[in-house]
């Protein structure tokens, strides 16, 4: 009798949430959001959105001059006491939200404003100078993965009045998150050429968690009274819990007194066919490389033999391993990221985190580097738009490689690319950092792809690397490495970037470490022809280069 009074309740409260979204929807001129019945979302599409000089109209909100200036932001309570006024300072504008609904994280403001209440999380974000139309339909491709995500809203329509696209999925519960937020509607407004972005994550289904309309209706837009701020990530130096090697490393090739040492891919070093390659390219420049770059994947079965070997035997030859762990290439199924979350690959990763502890000297570990890359399975861009899934995964590898020991031994690279692709401030690196606990170096990677293509252009070693170097120095504390880079042949004078490029890159006092890519690209439309020679001997004036610099 009491569970039967208790389904009751639950249904009448169900009818009077449904009730008061359909008066809702009356009152602001919405059209009803149904869910296909066949599970295929109801698309409503449309072409750049004209600006309508009425959509600009700026609308302080109540209390902005009286309200406590908290940096980039305030928040104001309003009368009643049971909503409150937030408003973004740096971006211009403000919203009205619940009272339990707490700001928790302004440290990007420019980029992301986040309010969290006990089930859902608000991420809000500003795209200006972007095509409106390409930016609503782009980043929510990966939703047509049917396999990941299931999708059930999807409109076009007005709130108070402006344009706005409304869409809602979900995907399954994800073991490894505590109080996973898996249920999702994003809103995009369009007020004249600027895109405002809600993205609203829940832990349960939005007619229990609190809708969203209420919200997103009360948007408010004003003249920016501040810039933005980016609260930098700090630098924790040498841990107590390394090792003597690891310490000693760190603190006599890493630290803020240190110069620049260099490191090398080599493709035969990294696949197990021997150093023959590599000592012979050393000989022609008479240098000795200190750091190879290797890569491994993520798979459902573990071989050492595929994952630390490289490492034992690169320190066998006198170096230390920068190890680039990544997801496979071409997944099908579930997205690798929601199933380490699921612990579907713990003994996987355990095994390789007890194989690195028990080689117990120095490795530095580049987990998904890129990751603000499209190309990158581990983007936001294919799981939900969600940048707390890279964030969760990275963490949870951490713990695990702590927990295996190999937390003694292990050296952090986080590795966002130079650009984000998408190049929307949702997608934005700052979005995807783990945290400083996490972090102990911070790498930058941006290449000379040359022109062999028709959308690429030769472009110099210091156009590259000055705003990256600016930008990342003004965002991270920690000491720099250029993971990877290079510069291909055609379309340029390849000895000459060189020479300039070790000529500007003594500008850069925090880059500890820079690795030359030493490989090539093939073409994608000429079989068996080279689309970008990156080879430090793919001439021998690009040999004598290196050779002059290192004789120095």
């Given at each position: 009798?009491?569970?039967?009074?208790?389904?009751?309740?639950?249904?009448?409260?169900?009818?009077?949430?449904?009730?008061?979204?359909?008066?809702?929807?009356?009152?602001?001129?919405?059209?009803?959001?149904?869910?296909?019945?066949?599970?295929?979302?109801?698309?409503?599409?449309?072409?750049?959105?004209?600006?309508?000089?009425?959509?600009?109209?700026?609308?302080?909100?109540?209390?902005?001059?009286?309200?406590?200036?908290?940096?980039?932001?305030?928040?104001?309570?309003?009368?009643?006491?049971?909503?409150?006024?937030?408003?973004?300072?740096?971006?211009?504008?403000?919203?009205?939200?619940?009272?339990?609904?707490?700001?928790?994280?302004?440290?990007?403001?420019?980029?992301?404003?986040?309010?969290?209440?006990?089930?859902?999380?608000?991420?809000?974000?500003?795209?200006?100078?972007?095509?409106?139309?390409?930016?609503?339909?782009?980043?929510?491709?990966?939703?047509?993965?049917?396999?990941?995500?299931?999708?059930?809203?999807?409109?076009?329509?007005?709130?108070?009045?402006?344009?706005?696209?409304?869409?809602?999925?979900?995907?399954?519960?994800?073991?490894?998150?505590?109080?996973?937020?898996?249920?999702?509607?994003?809103?995009?407004?369009?007020?004249?050429?600027?895109?405002?972005?809600?993205?609203?994550?829940?832990?349960?289904?939005?007619?229990?968690?609190?809708?969203?309309?209420?919200?997103?209706?009360?948007?408010?837009?004003?003249?920016?009274?501040?810039?933005?701020?980016?609260?930098?990530?700090?630098?924790?130096?040498?841990?107590?819990?390394?090792?003597?090697?690891?310490?000693?490393?760190?603190?006599?090739?890493?630290?803020?007194?240190?110069?620049?040492?260099?490191?090398?891919?080599?493709?035969?070093?990294?696949?197990?066919?021997?150093?023959?390659?590599?000592?012979?390219?050393?000989?022609?420049?008479?240098?000795?490389?200190?750091?190879?770059?290797?890569?491994?994947?993520?798979?459902?079965?573990?071989?050492?033999?595929?994952?630390?070997?490289?490492?034992?035997?690169?320190?066998?030859?006198?170096?230390?391993?920068?190890?680039?762990?990544?997801?496979?290439?071409?997944?099908?199924?579930?997205?690798?990221?929601?199933?380490?979350?699921?612990?579907?690959?713990?003994?996987?990763?355990?095994?390789?985190?007890?194989?690195?502890?028990?080689?117990?000297?120095?490795?530095?570990?580049?987990?998904?580097?890129?990751?603000?890359?499209?190309?990158?399975?581990?983007?936001?861009?294919?799981?939900?738009?969600?940048?707390?899934?890279?964030?969760?995964?990275?963490?949870?590898?951490?713990?695990?490689?702590a927990d295996e020991g190999a937390g003694a031994n292990t050296i952090w690279i986080w590795n966002p690319n130079g650009g984000s692709f998408p190049n929307y401030t949702w997608n934005d690196q700052r979005c995807y950092y783990p945290g400083d606990k996490y972090v102990d170096i911070v790498g930058i990677t941006a290449y000379?792809?040359?022109?062999?293509?028709?959308?690429?252009?030769?472009?110099?070693?210091?156009?590259?690397?000055?705003?990256?170097?600016?930008?990342?120095?003004?965002?991270?504390?920690?000491?720099?490495?250029?993971?990877?880079?290079?510069?291909?042949?055609?379309?340029?004078?390849?000895?000459?970037?060189?020479?300039?490029?070790?000529?500007?890159?003594?500008?850069?006092?925090?880059?500890?470490?820079?690795?030359?890519?030493?490989?090539?690209?093939?073409?994608?439309?000429?079989?068996?022809?080279?689309?970008?020679?990156?080879?430090?001997?793919?001439?021998?004036?690009?040999?004598?280069?290196?050779?002059?610099?290192?004789?120095?």
């Amino acid at each position: 009798m009491h569970s039967k009074r208790i389904n009751l309740l639950r249904d009448f409260a169900r009818l009077t949430v449904s009730l008061s979204i359909c008066l809702f929807m009356v009152l602001c001129d919405l059209p009803s959001i149904t869910n296909a019945a066949d599970g295929t979302p109801v698309r409503v599409t449309g072409g750049e959105e004209a600006i309508n000089p009425k959509d600009v109209l700026y609308e302080e909100p109540d209390g902005l001059k009286e309200a406590k200036d908290e940096g980039t932001y305030y928040v104001s309570v309003l009368g009643g006491g049971k909503e409150q006024t937030f408003a973004n300072l740096a971006e211009g504008y403000s919203i009205i939200v619940p009272i339990d609904m707490k700001v928790t994280d302004m440290s990007n403001s420019e980029v992301v404003s986040v309010l969290e209440d006990e089930h859902r999380r608000l991420e809000i974000y500003v795209q200006r100078n972007e095509s409106t139309a390409g930016y609503v339909a782009y980043g929510y491709k990966c939703l047509n993965d049917k396999e990941n995500h299931n999708w059930t809203h999807n409109i076009k329509t007005k709130i108070g009045g402006r344009t706005a696209y409304v869409r809602e999925w979900s995907r399954d519960k994800l073991k490894g998150i505590p109080k996973d937020r898996n249920y999702y509607a994003a809103i995009d407004i369009i007020v004249g050429g600027t895109v405002y972005d809600f993205f609203f994550s829940s832990d349960e289904p939005f007619w229990k968690s609190g809708y969203y309309h209420d919200i997103v209706s009360s948007l408010k837009v004003f003249e920016p009274k501040y810039n933005g701020v980016t609260i930098k990530g700090k630098s924790t130096g040498v841990h107590t819990y390394w090792n003597k090697e690891t310490r000693e490393l760190y603190e006599s090739y890493l630290s803020a007194e240190t110069g620049l040492d260099w490191g090398i891919y080599n493709p035969s070093a990294n696949y197990g066919y021997g150093y023959y390659d590599l000592l012979e390219k050393e000989k022609a420049i008479d240098h000795e490389f200190k750091y190879l770059l290797a890569y491994t994947s993520i798979k459902p079965e573990y071989d050492s033999a595929k994952s630390v070997d490289v490492v034992r035997n690169n320190y066998k030859y006198g170096r230390y391993t920068e190890l680039t762990i990544q997801t496979p290439l071409n997944m099908t199924g579930k997205n690798m990221m929601y199933e380490i979350l699921d612990g579907n690959y713990d003994t996987f990763l355990k095994s390789m985190a007890k194989d690195i502890a028990d080689f117990g000297h120095p490795v530095f570990v580049r987990l998904f580097n890129e990751m603000n890359g499209d190309w990158c399975n581990y983007s936001a861009y294919h799981t939900s738009r969600d940048t707390m899934i890279f964030k969760e995964v990275y963490q949870y590898i951490w713990n695990i490689f702590a927990d295996e020991g190999a937390g003694a031994n292990t050296i952090w690279i986080w590795n966002p690319n130079g650009g984000s692709f998408p190049n929307y401030t949702w997608n934005d690196q700052r979005c995807y950092y783990p945290g400083d606990k996490y972090v102990d170096i911070v790498g930058i990677t941006a290449y000379n792809t040359g022109n062999y293509y028709k959308d690429e252009k030769w472009t110099e070693f210091k156009a590259k690397y000055d705003p990256l170097y600016k930008e990342i120095v003004s965002q991270y504390s920690q000491p720099l490495f250029i993971t990877e880079f290079s510069c291909a042949e055609k379309g340029g004078d390849k000895v000459a970037w060189i020479n300039s490029m070790f000529n500007d890159i003594r500008a850069y006092s925090k880059i500890k470490v820079a690795i030359w890519w030493d490989g090539c690209d093939m073409s994608n439309t000429e079989p068996g022809v080279v689309s970008r020679d990156y080879r430090i001997d793919s001439s021998a004036g690009v040999t004598e280069a290196f050779r002059n610099y290192f004789a120095r």
